[in-house]
């Protein structure tokens, strides 16, 4: 009896298994493996690539990506304001005088169609930049193209593309372009740094009036020094923009020279001398985000003045134009020398914390006080076993490096920089800690 029991219930068991394969609409475990697909692209995008690779295999190109920009090859705008999106790539060819390339895309209905491709210069494409630079409204391409990978001279192309046609409406060698305002009359300015080592060093400053023309030029800028090792542009003072050159002296020592353009003339409101000289290149910055870029500076702690500068755990001191011909104090930090972490300080703070004497870099670091020597915060390095017995009592995990572990204790509040590289960025306060 129990054993027909048992045959009609697995009997029914075996039933509903089987109608399961039946019915509409069931899913059922499977190899996971199977179930994989290549995700898809919108079918724009898809179509955009498709287009673009059927291109570049008729010609034996190979996209690239200008040096200048991480996220893209590929720049899709309607370049002319007609309505119509274009696209813009770069590509290379093997076994050609001309190397680099470009190609215009079109968007017609669902479809891309090339509609031109142009030689560019050089072996390298540095850089790529959309933008309306004769005031007419449509995207120019303003391209900076190299021969080597080293920041030597460049040369550059703007184009100017409507109605299918592309056209070079500027080129120059050029170090540095930078795309601006200078004057401030609201129409955008193109100017050139130019610079050889030893031979000569320009600024030219191009607006477009029916052409480019040379709105004004510096010619007479000191050319002995080794390299610009940072140049931007951007409000210099309130209300003032300007360009500020980071010049490499030799490995190490460096000054700053800061350009301003008053009446459409180029002026060197901050010459690169003395005043901007210091021992340990250091970029110049908005430091402190209040829209102005400042001059960094190396400063030695109070107590240090006399010490072998290659033992100074020297701060970074930052100062802004004050518009006439001088600067003004704006923060300052200290940066460890090799970059595993940076403390800011509050600017009221300047000149009344200072480090420890005693201080080791790569070692241990003491911030104290300059009236009482008391100790605010501390840096030290310590082996993964000194760590797991400090870790615990009031020190933090600052960064690593190697081996070592860089803790801090201390009344800073942090402010972690960097995306987890071991990095923060701290604002001190005077809370002391316990010795």
């Known amino acids: 009896m129990k054993l027909n029991m048992r045959m009609r219930v697995l009997g029914g068991l075996a039933a509903a298994a089987l109608s399961l394969f039946a019915l509409p609409g069931c ?5 996971p493996v199977s179930q994989m697909r290549v995700p898809q692209l919108p079918a724009d995008k898809a179509s955009l690539m498709a287009a673009i690779n059927s291109s570049l295999k008729a010609l034996d190109g190979t996209l690239t990506r ?6 893209s090859s590929i720049f899709t705008e309607d370049l002319d304001r007609d309505g119509v999106m274009e696209t813009l790539v770069f590509y290379q060819t093997k076994n050609e005088a001309v190397v680099n390339h470009g190609m215009i895309l079109e968007k017609q209905g669902d479809a891309w169609v090339k509609k031109l491709t142009f030689d560019g210069v050089g072996n390298i494409l540095d850089s790529v930049d959309l933008q309306d630079v004769t005031g007419d409204g449509k995207l120019n391409i303003i391209a900076g193209y190299s021969r080597t990978e080293d920041k030597g001279v460049k040369g550059m192309v703007v184009y100017s593309y409507s109605g299918g046609v592309l056209e070079e409406i500027l080129t120059k060698p050029y170090t540095k372009y930078i795309i601006d305002d200078l004057n401030e009359d609201g129409i955008a300015d193109i100017t050139v740094v130019y610079f050889k080592r030893n ?3 320009t600024i030219t400053t191009y607006q477009y009036n029916d052409s480019f023309k040379v709105l004004d030029q510096l010619d007479d800028l000191d050319p002995y020094f080794n390299s610009y090792y ?12 300007g360009i500020v050159l980071d010049s490499a002296v030799d490995s190490h020592s460096a000054y700053t020279t800061v350009v301003v353009m008053e009446n459409n ?11 901007t000289f210091k021992d340990r290149k250091i970029v110049s910055e908005d430091i402190d985000s209040d829209g102005i870029i400042e001059i960094g500076m190396l400063v030695p702690p109070k107590g240090w003045e006399y010490f072998d500068p290659e033992t100074i755990p020297y701060f970074n001191s930052y100062y802004k134009w004050d518009g006439k011909d001088g600067l003004t104090f704006s923060t300052q930090l200290y940066n460890d020398p090799l970059d595993r972490f940076t403390i800011n300080f509050a600017p009221e703070w300047q000149e009344r914390v200072t480090v420890d004497t005693k201080s080791v870099q790569n070692k241990s670091l003491k911030f104290i006080m ?11 390095f310590f082996s993964p076993a000194e760590w797991d017995n400090v870790k615990n009592n009031g020190w933090k995990l600052l960064g690593r490096d190697l081996d070592k572990m860089i803790g801090y204790r201390g009344g800073l509040e942090q402010n972690t920089i960097g995306g987890g590289d071991g990095r923060i960025q701290s604002t001190i306060e005077r809370k002391g800690i316990n010795e």
Not at 27 to 31: G, H, L, R
Not at 66 to 71: L, R, T
Not at 370 to 380: C, I, L, M, Q, Y
């Open 199 to 201: 031979e000569f060093a």
């Open 265 to 275: 003339k180029l002026r060197v409101a901050i010459p690169g001398n003395d005043l």
């Open 27 to 31: 899913t059922f475990i499977s190899d």
């Open 370 to 380: 300059t009236d009482t020597g008391e100790t605010v915060a501390e840096v030290t």
């Open 66 to 71: 200008p040096a200048n920009d991480d996220n």
């Open 230 to 241: 940072n140049i931007v542009s951007g409000k210099v003072a309130a209300n003032k923009e």
